[in-house]
């Protein structure tokens, strides 16, 4: 496969058998690992044009050595994870000791969970994933539950 690029952004374009199977599955969203040595969360998404993509983050892009152009094997397996992303202990930790809060976060779509998740991993230091993961619980309970409006 060829990594692209598009801004920001890189991708691959991902064959439609592929996705085919992990619809028939069920699922559009699985564990990639690029390289055979980076392995994450993904989903398959669609192309106007038609086909299937999925985004590569610039931090793996840099862990490989890759930009646009480059040529990548990559492997997909089902993602049984269970919101199909690593919760980080931080947030784990305060969704266990806030029940209301808990709760309230089981009750989200899958989608906004995983973006809450994602929120938090994005902070480097632990100490900034307890606050953030502080900040995610409090906004929740006060029924804001938007990943992108979240933290405004």
Known sequence: MILLGCLRMHYLMVDNYIVDSFKNSGSKRALCKLNNQVEFHCAFMSKKEGGYFINIGMTICKKLKIKEGSIVSAAFMADNSEYQFEMPEELKEVLDLDSDANKIFQKLTEGNQRGLIYLVTQVKSSEKRI???????????????SPRTILK
């Open 131 to 145: 606050e953030r993961a502080l900040k995610i619980a409090d906004r929740i309970k006060k029924g804001v539950t």
